[in-house]
Nanobody
């Protein structure tokens, strides 16, 4: 089972950009569906973006579509989330996750994933 370590969070102003990363170890990310979820205080974990097991398809939550981009660097075994035009409502702890049994119908469900990073805080405030 792959182990994940997230990094790259921080405090930024509205309109800024930020990239969070998720380094994998213990297995290659090839063959895993990968995703980012986020959780704000007092709220449920929310789907942000996902990359299919084949790597050929990306999926985004409605609130981030057009602003965020999910990608991988297979050579570095790392997952990324590029976040542009950040808004205060993007403030949350961001979690990376991976799973081998995730399919198109379940990729927006956090319970479908097996491995989770520890989370990295992103704060957007003026």
């Amino acid at each position: 089972q792959v182990q994940l370590v997230g990094s790259g969070g921080g405090s930024v102003q509205p309109g800024d950009s930020l990239r969070v990363s998720c380094e994998a170890s213990g297995d290659t990310l090839r063959g895993y569906a990968m995703a980012w979820f986020r959780q704000a205080p007092g709220k449920e974990r929310e789907f942000v973006a996902a990359l299919s097991r084949t790597g050929g398809y990306t999926y985004y939550g409605d609130s981030v579509k057009g602003r965020f981009t999910i990608s991988t660097d297979n050579g570095k075994n790392t997952l990324y989330l590029q976040m542009n035009n950040l808004k205060p409502e993007d403030t949350a702890v961001y979690y990376c996750t991976a799973g081998k049994r995730v399919n198109t119908s379940s990729l927006r469900n956090h319970m479908a994933y097996d491995s989770w990073g520890q989370g990295t805080q992103v704060t957007v405030s003026s």
